[in-house]
C-alpha cells in the first residue's frame, strides 16, 4: 500500500509530536498537551465499538445518555451519528462510523438518533454523501456509479432518515460525479426530501460552503459558522440577478427558525447522573468486545500468576482522535481493574512494552516484557493503535500494527504461549500471527470505562457480546477497493461497485482474516430450523434461538439474501436483518426478522427506482457472512423486470467496465493548473508565485485555530487541513482578512504567471 497523503500526514505527525513534546516540556504539563481546558464529559464507546453490538436497544439507551448530557449542558443539536460507509479499512475516520455494511448502518443510527432526541436534543446524520476517505476529503472527487451509490453509500442515511426523523443532516466536503455535496440538489432535496420525506435542517461541515447562492438552490439551510459573511455579497448578488428567488431563501431562513423554536419547545434542564453513565459505558464497551479466537483460556481463571504487557494497560486507547475528542469524567485503566477484580486471588504483573503515544518499543522494554512474561502462568498482552496511527484529517498508511506492538506480541508469544492478546484500536489491523495467540479480543475503543470492560469479559463476569461489524482481511491488498484509496488529491474511483467488504469476500472466495458478523462466545448457542412465511410485501423468517452451553450470552442472528439469477450483477450474498438475542443457560426465545420488498430489490438505473425481479431467492440464515446454517428459497412471482447491469468481472472495473457502469466516460482529474477557488495550498506550490502564496495563505490560516493546547495528532489533523483546503476555504477561515473578491484577483494573478511557467516548460 503507498498512500503518498498518510505518508505526509505521518511526517506532519512526527514533527507535530515533537513540538508538542518540547512545548509540554517548557509549560510543565504532565500527560498530553492536548484538551487541557476542555470540560470533562462522559465518554462512552464510539460508533466503531457500538457497531460491533449489533444491538440497537442498547445503543438507544447510549444515545439517551449522549442527549441528557447536551441538554445539561445546554446544546440543542448533537453533531452525530456519523454513518458513512466503511469501504477501506484505511479510513482515517472509520472509527466514527458504524459499518461496512448500509443495513447494519442505518438501523443502528436510526437507534441512536431515537436516543438523543428522546431527551428533546437534535441529532445529525453525516457525512452525507459518500465521503469514504480522509486524503483531500474536502475537495476530492468521488466518481462512483449511480447503483452503487443508492445500493451502498445512500442506502444508510435513507433507513436511518425513515426511522428515526433526525432533525438535521449534514453535507460532505468532498463533490460526487462533479459536483459538491452541498450544491447537489439531487441529493439534498430531490433524494432527502422528495424521496425520503426529510423536513428537518440541512447543514454544511465547517468549512465546507463551496458556492453558498447555489447552495441555497439547492437545499443548504444553514452554513456552519466561522466564515464571517464570507458568502453574502454573492448570496446578495445572485439574489439581485433572480439566480436565487426569495422563496428559496425564505424557505432556509424558515427551517433554520424552526430548528431553533423545536430546541425550545422542553426548557426542562437535564441532571446527568455520572455514575449511571459510567456503568452504561462499562456495559457498552463489553457488549461491544468481540471474541476472535479461543483455545478455552477464556474467561480467565482468578489464580496463579497473570503477566500484562503493554502501555495501553495504564495509559489506553479509549477514544478517536480529532474534532471528536473529550475529557472524560473518570478512566478505567485495565492494570487497575484486573487487580481490583481478582484481589489478593492472583498475582499481577506488569510491563509496558511499548511507548504508548508512539508505539516504538526498544531492547530493554522487549526484554522486560520477555521476563514478565516467562514467569507468568498466563500473559495479557494489550496492543492495537495509538492515536497517532488514525485519526481525522489524514488516512493509515498501512493496516499494520505499530512495529513495537508486533515485537512486543510476539516476544510474549515466544516466552509463553499461554498468552491471551486484547487489541484496542478504532479499525482492523492485518494480524499475520493470528493463529498464535490462545485467544484474541478486539475490544476496539472502549470509552472511559473500557479497562473495566475488558477485565469484565476476560475474567468472564460479562460474555463477550460483540459481533465484527467490518471484515479483517488477511492484506490490505487483497482488496479491489486498494487499487484505487487516498492516491490521488483531486479524484477517487469506486471501481470495486459493489464489492466492498464482506460482498467482496464472499463474492470472490477471498477468505477474510476473521469474517463480517464473526464473534464466538463463552456459550453455545442453537438455531432451530427456520420458517420463512408471506408477510406483507416481503416475508418474516422465524426461529428459535437456546443457549445451550452453561453460561449466560448473546447470540446476533443474521440473515442474508442471495439471488442465484438476475440480469443485474449481484454480490454473492447481502445482509437483510439481524436480531440479538440474551439467554441465560438453557433458555430459549424465539425470534423473527422481517423481509420488506426491499431486501429484494436492486436499484434499476434506468428507471430510476427500486425493482424487484422476479424469480427465486434464496434466504440464508447463519451467524456470520461465511457461518451460514440454514437455507431456504422462496419464490417471487410478482415484480419488475430489471434492466441488465454489470459489473466489475475481476471485482476491479476496467476502463470499460467503468465507462459501462457510469454510463458514460470516466472523468479525467483535473489539472493543478489553472488556479481557482478550489484548487488547494498544495496546488499552489507546483509554481514559485504559487509556493508565495500558499507560504502567506496558511500562515494566515493557522492564526484562527488555537493549537496551544492540541496534542501531536490534533496537530497534524490541522496541518493536513490547511495543506489540503480548497482556497476558498482558507478565504472563509481568513476571519474576514481575505474576501472572495481578493481572492479571485489573486487567483488570476497566480494563473498569468503560472501559463507562462507552464509554456516554458513545453
Not at 443457560?585 to 423473527?592: D, F
Request: charged share 25%; aromatic share 6%; glycine share 8%.
Amino acid at each position: 500500500m503507498d498512500y503518498r497523503g498518510a505518508r505526509r500526514a505521518r511526517r506532519a505527525l512526527d514533527h507535530a509530536h515533537r513540538r508538542a513534546a518540547r512545548r509540554a516540556q517548557a509549560e510543565g504539563q504532565h500527560g498530553p498537551p492536548g484538551n487541557q481546558r476542555v470540560r470533562a464529559r462522559d465518554v462512552l464507546p464510539p460508533a466503531v465499538t457500538l457497531g460491533s453490538t449489533w444491538d440497537p436497544a442498547l445503543i438507544e439507551e447510549v444515545g439517551a445518555a449522549l442527549g441528557r448530557e447536551c441538554r445539561a449542558n445546554d446544546v440543542a443539536v448533537l453533531l452525530g451519528p456519523g454513518l458513512n460507509i466503511k469501504r477501506h479499512p484505511a479510513g482515517g475516520r472509520n472509527f466514527e462510523y458504524f459499518s461496512e455494511d448500509p443495513f447494519v448502518s442505518g438501523k443502528l443510527a436510526a437507534a441512536m438518533v431515537r436516543g438523543i432526541q428522546s431527551q428533546g436534543v437534535g441529532a445529525c446524520l453525516k457525512h452525507y454523501a459518500a465521503n469514504n476517505q480522509e486524503f483531500y476529503r474536502m475537495s476530492v472527487d468521488t466518481i462512483v456509479d449511480d447503483r452503487t451509490l443508492h445500493e451502498l453509500y445512500l442506502t444508510g442515511f435513507e433507513i436511518a432518515v425513515k426511522e428515526s426523523a433526525p432533525w438535521t443532516v449534514m453535507c460532505s466536503y468532498n463533490k460526487i460525479n462533479g459536483e459538491h455535496a452541498d450544491v447537489s440538489r439531487g441529493l439534498l432535496t430531490e433524494t432527502l426530501r422528495d424521496e425520503w420525506g426529510f423536513d428537518g435542517l440541512v447543514m454544511s461541515d465547517w468549512f465546507a460552503v463551496s458556492d453558498r447562492a447555489l447552495g441555497l438552490c439547492a437545499g443548504l439551510d444553514l452554513e456552519m459558522p466561522g466564515s464571517k459573511g464570507t458568502w453574502d455579497a454573492e448570496v446578495s448578488d445572485a439574489h439581485a440577478k433572480g439566480l436565487l428567488t426569495t422563496a428559496e431563501l425564505d424557505l432556509a431562513a424558515t427551517r433554520v427558525i424552526d430548528l431553533a423554536l423545536r430546541s425550545q419547545n422542553d426548557t426542562a434542564t437535564s441532571q446527568v447522573d455520572p455514575e449511571a453513565h459510567h456503568r452504561l459505558a462499562r456495559r457498552a464497551a463489553a457488549a461491544g468486545t468481540v471474541l476472535l479466537t479461543n483455545n478455552g483460556i477464556l474467561p480467565l481463571e482468578r489464580t496463579g500468576s497473570i503477566a500484562v504487557v503493554g502501555a495501553f494497560a495504564k495509559t489506553p486507547r479509549y477514544q478517536g482522535a480529532g474534532s471528536s475528542l473529550v475529557n472524560p469524567t473518570q478512566l478505567d485503566t485495565f492494570l487497575d481493574a484486573l487487580r481490583a477484580a481478582v484481589g489478593d486471588a492472583a498475582e499481577v504483573h506488569y510491563a509496558p512494552g511499548y511507548d504508548p503515544t508512539t508505539g516504538a518499543t526498544e531492547d530493554a522494554l522487549l526484554d522486560e516484557a520477555r521476563r514478565v512474561a516467562s514467569r507468568a502462568d498466563v500473559v495479557i498482552v494489550l496492543a492495537g493503535l495509538p492515536s497517532s496511527f488514525e485519526s481525522e484529517g489524514f488516512d493509515r498508511e498501512h493496516l499494520r500494527l505499530p512495529d513495537g506492538h508486533t515485537a512486543v506480541v510476539n516476544a510474549a508469544l515466544d516466552a509463553n504461549p499461554r498468552t491471551v492478546v486484547a487489541l484496542l484500536n478504532g479499525s482492523p489491523v492485518e494480524l499475520p500471527w493470528a493463529d498464535r495467540p490462545a485467544a484474541i479480543l478486539e475490544a476496539y475503543l472502549g470509552g472511559q470505562a473500557g479497562g473495566s470492560a475488558l477485565a469484565d469479559v476476560i475474567l468472564g463476569d460479562v460474555a463477550p457480546g460483540g459481533r465484527l461489524a467490518e471484515s479483517f482481511p488477511m492484506a490490505a491488498s487483497d482488496l479491489p477497493s486498494d487499487r484505487d484509496f487516498a492516491r490521488h488529491p483531486k479524484q477517487v474511483e469506486y471501481r470495486e461497485g459493489l464489492y466492498v467488504g464482506y460482498r467482496f469476500h464472499d463474492s470472490a472466495g477471498m477468505p477474510a482474516r476473521f469474517p463480517f458478523g464473526h464473534g464466538l462466545s463463552y456459550t453455545a448457542f442453537h438455531h432451530s430450523t427456520p420458517t420463512v412465511r408471506k408477510s406483507g410485501d416481503g416475508y418474516s423468517v422465524t426461529l428459535t434461538v437456546t443457549n445451550a452451553g452453561p453460561r449466560e450470552g448473546s447470540d446476533v442472528v443474521q440473515v442474508y439474501v442471495r439471488d442465484p439469477q438476475s440480469a443485474a450483477y449481484r454480490p454473492h450474498q447481502e445482509l437483510k436483518g439481524f436480531a440479538k438475542v440474551h439467554l441465560t443457560p438453557g433458555a430459549s426465545e424465539k425470534v423473527t426478522i422481517k423481509l420488506d420488498q426491499r431486501a429484494f430489490a436492486v436499484w434499476d438505473v434506468r428507471s430510476q427506482e427500486w425493482r424487484t425481479e422476479p424469480g427465486d431467492f434464496e434466504i440464508r440464515v447463519g451467524s456470520s457472512s461465511t457461518d451460514i446454517r440454514s437455507t431456504r428459497t422462496v419464490s417471487i412471482t410478482e415484480g419488475t423486470a430489471v434492466s441488465p447491469s454489470h459489473g466489475p468481472a475481476a471485482f476491479v472495473a476496467t476502463d470499460n467496465e467503468f465507462r459501462t457502469m457510469l454510463g458514460g466516460e470516466i472523468p479525467t482529474p483535473e489539472r493543478s493548473v489553472p488556479f481557482h477557488r478550489d484548487s488547494t495550498a498544495a496546488d499552489l506550490r507546483e509554481t514559485a508565485a504559487g509556493r508565495a502564496a500558499a507560504a502567506m495563505l496558511s500562515k494566515e490560516a493557522g492564526k484562527q485555530f488555537d493549537t496551544t493546547h492540541a496534542d501531536a495528532t490534533t496537530i497534524a489533523m490541522f496541518e493536513a487541513a490547511t495543506r489540503e483546503a480548497p482556497l476558498r476555504m482558507i478565504a472563509m477561515a481568513s476571519g474576514g482578512k481575505l474576501t472572495l473578491a481578493s481572492l479571485d484577483r489573486l487567483i488570476r494573478l497566480l494563473n498569468v504567471g503560472s501559463f507562462k511557467s507552464w509554456r516554458a516548460r513545453g
